[in-house]
């Protein structure tokens, strides 16, 4: 069975930090190029980051380049998603998927940013 189980999410003050990870498990992790995505409250999911297979190359939507750093343990079968200098826009619900969004959804993490 697929499983993307993200962790890490919690409350955060504005220019303050978290890590998310996305444990993987049930397919080949290593194959595939893995992103971040996330919904805000009442919004569509939107794409925040992605990383190759080997971790290589690295994407970052423009509303979180250079504040987030998205990486990979591929031994671990694990993602994750350092984010500094967080802002109340970046309050959303954190999921890890394919980068075509191929995968069963997992529940994601909350973060919440406050002002």
């Known amino acids: 069975e697929v499983q993307l189980q993200a962790s890490g999410g919690g409350l955060a003050q504005a220019g303050g930090s978290l890590r998310l990870s996305c444990a993987a498990s049930?397919?080949?992790?290593?194959?595939?190029?893995i992103a971040w995505f996330r919904q805000a409250p009442g919004k569509g999911r939107e794409f925040v980051a992605t990383?190759?297979?080997?971790?290589?190359?690295?994407y970052y939507a423009d509303s979180v380049k250079g504040r987030f750093t998205i990486s990979r343990d591929n031994a671990k079968n694990t993602l994750y998603l350092q984010m500094n200098s967080l802002k109340p826009d970046d309050t959303a619900a954190y999921f890890c998927?394919?980068?075509?969004?191929?995968?069963?959804w997992g529940q994601g993490t909350l973060v919440t940013v406050s002002s």
């Open positions: 998927n394919t980068l075509t969004g191929a995968l069963p």
């Open positions: 049930g397919f080949s992790f290593d194959d595939y190029a």
């Open positions: 990383i190759t297979w080997r971790g290589r190359l690295t």
